[in-house]
Structures are given as structure tokens and as C-alpha cells.
């Protein structure tokens, strides 16, 4: 079953309007960790917000925020004035305790995000 | 900064070729990562390892091992190349995990390296 589902292959968005990217998760355990990257063209993925599934009230960096709703389990990223800078793909990502892998990440497919001036 | 480098941006091998993907950290990390990227997939984990000399199976290990025999280094290695391992590899770091999901820190990720066998 996909634990991290991005239901938006890709976004177009105006410069200085604010976007939301789509995020749902899928896990039993009471304790995880959800995280956004960023990959621009260049390839190299770049952390933006981290929220832990105790946390009360969304996590924010600068432009960045995060809508957290556990009973929907969601975890959907806002970014607020857009900025042709932050044409890229994006991933949400899930750690969980119950991860086989321990400490590895859950990725979900991604969604490509464009700006336009 | 945390530092990740991978030995390589772009790669190409044949068919049937053994192939070494080098990764290098400099923060000291315990924990290091494979990843592999591919179009509509995301990314998925081959293989990580949480300490030198020791490493455990990801969600694709097939047709790939893994060699960690410093602290700093964590190489993929591809016993015999195929075509259907054409793909974005990335390597990622993280300091040692206490055990709690809750932990905020990040992975730390290199710049990829795109391989492509022909």
C-alpha cells in the first residue's frame, strides 16, 4: 500500500500568488515525522519543513508552511508568494518508527511545480 | 555545511559491467542512504547503513550491494549492470536516530548521479 500519496503530478501557478501542494499519508503508528523537499532541475534535494505527528500547530519556514490535519492525515505544503525560483519537484517524505528501514525516509512520487511570470 | 558528495553527476556503463557509485560525507554521520529516483516512482531505498560494516536492505535491493568500510564513505555497487538500472541515484546522510519518529533532522543529500547502461 503507498504510504505517501502526491496526487498532483504537476502545479502551474502565477508569480506572488501562494500554491498548495497535496500531501497524504498513510500510517498506524502515533509517532512520525513528515518532511517536504525541494529538487530543482540541478538535481539536488533540498530540505524546506519538517512536523512532527505530537506537534499542535503547523510548522512554518519564511514562505513555507505546512498544513497538518492527522485526522485526514494530511500534510500539505503552502508556499506563499510564489517565486520563479521555486519552479521545481517537490516530495513529501514520512518517517515512521515501525519503518523496516529504521531511520530511512518514505517518499511519495512528487509534483512538479511551475512558476510563471 | 553538511557536505555529500557523490563521485560522479553522470555515468555510462554497458550491459553486463560492474559499476561502483561513491559516496562521501563529511559531517561525521552515522547513517548514510541509497536512494533511487525514477520518472512518476519518487524516490525508493535500496540500502542504508547505520554504523561501518553494517547495513540493511531497502525496498529494491535487488541487483545492487552495498560496501561501508569508513565512516565517511558508502558505495553502491552494481554486481552487473542492466539496462533497467538506468536511473538518478542519490546518496543521503543523517545523524544517528534515537529511536523516536519524532526527531526533526533532515537527511542530507548529494547531487546525484545520473547512470545510464546501455
Known amino acids: 500500500a503507498q504510504k505517501i500519496t502526491q496526487t498532483q503530478p504537476g502545479m502551474f501557478v502565477q508569480e506572488k500568488e501562494a500554491v498548495t501542494l497535496d500531501c497524504t499519508y498513510d500510517?498506524?503508528?502515533?509517532?512520525?515525522?513528515l518532511f517536504w523537499y525541494k529538487q530543482p532541475s540541478s538535481g539536488e534535494m533540498i530540505f524546506l519543513i519538517y512536523?512532527?505527528?505530537?506537534?499542535?500547530q503547523n510548522a512554518t519556514e519564511g514562505r513555507y508552511s505546512l498544513n497538518f490535519q492527522k485526522a485526514r492525515k494530511s500534510a500539505n505544503l503552502v508556499i506563499s508568494a510564489s517565486q520563479l525560483g521555486d519552479s521545481a519537484m517537490y516530495f513529501c517524505?514520512?518517517?515512521?518508527?515501525?519503518?523496516?528501514?529504521?531511520?530511512?525516509?518514505?517518499f511519495g512520487k512528487g509534483t512538479t511545480l511551475s512558476v510563471s511570470s | 555545511d553538511v557536505k555529500v558528495t557523490q563521485s560522479s553527476r553522470y555515468l555510462v556503463k554497458r550491459t553486463g559491467e560492474k559499476v561502483f557509485l561513491e559516496c562521501v560525507q563529511d559531517?561525521?554521520?552515522?547513517?548514510m542512504f541509497w536512494y533511487r529516483q525514477d520518472p512518476g516512482l519518487g524516490l525508493r531505498l535500496i540500502y542504508f547503513?547505520?554504523?561501518?560494516?553494517?547495513?540493511e536492505k531497502g525496498d529494491i535491493p535487488e541487483g545492487y550491494s552495498v560496501s561501508r568500510e569508513k565512516k565517511e564513505r558508502f558505495s553502491l555497487i552494481l554486481e552487473s549492470a542492466s539496462t533497467n538500472q538506468t536511473s538518478m541515484y542519490l546518496c543521503?546522510?543523517?545523524?544517528?536516530?534515537?529511536?523516536?519518529?519524532?526527531?526533526?533532522?533532515?537527511?542530507?543529500f548529494g547531487p546525484g548521479t545520473r547512470l545510464t547502461v546501455t
Open positions: 543521503a546522510s543523517s545523524p544517528p536516530w534515537t529511536g523516536d519518529a519524532l526527531d526533526g533532522y533532515e537527511q542530507y
Open positions: 500510517t498506524s503508528d502515533p509517532s512520525y515525522g
Open positions: 547503513s547505520y554504523d561501518v560494516k553494517m547495513k
Open positions: 512536523q512532527g505527528s505530537y506537534d499542535q
Open positions: 559531517m561525521d554521520h552515522e547513517n
Open positions: 517524505a514520512m518517517r515512521e518508527v515501525a519503518n523496516q528501514a529504521g531511520t530511512a525516509l518514505i
